[in-house]
Nanobody, 126 residues
Framework: QVWLEESGGGSVQAGDSLRISCAHP????????MGWFRQAPGKEREFVTA????????YYADSVKGRFTISRDNAKNTMYLQMNSLKPEDTAVYYC???????????????????WGQGTQVTVSS
């Protein structure tokens, strides 16, 4: 059973923007911390960004800081990753995840997340 459903991936040119979404209709995100990870071909999955359950703490990988923005709409049970100024090195499968943790400092770690999306491909051409 897929708990989270991702959408919005695709192929773009360098410098373009793209927003990917992650939702679970009927299940609230309220109270969950959320995160995005990515896995490029031949590489391990890596942390991209995360936000604490209350939105107070937000973290970004250095490689995306200033270009990517994490957000959520609790009324729609949906989280988003807005990606601007995309680069070819951003090409990867992007995964969303949610966690019940209240330990914000652990949000960069994969094993703290309880539910994951199936992944959506983002390809950036030069």
């Amino acid at each position: 059973q897929v708990w989270l459903e991702e959408s919005g991936g695709g192929s773009v040119q360098a410098g373009d923007s793209l927003r990917i979404s992650c939702a679970h209709p009927g299940q609230t995100f309220s109270g969950y911390a959320m995160g995005w990870f990515r896995q490029a071909p031949g590489k391990e999955r890596e942390f991209v960004t995360a936000a604490s359950f209350n939105g107070v703490s937000i973290y970004y990988a250095d490689s995306v800081k200033g270009r990517f923005t994490i957000s959520r709409d609790n009324a729609k049970n949906t989280m988003y990753l807005q990606m601007n100024s995309l680069k070819p090195e951003d090409t990867a499968v992007y995964y969303c995840a949610v966690s019940r943790t209240v330990v914000d400092a652990r949000l960069r770690l994969e094993d703290v997340y309880d539910y994951w999306g199936q992944g959506t491909q983002v390809t950036v051409s030069s």
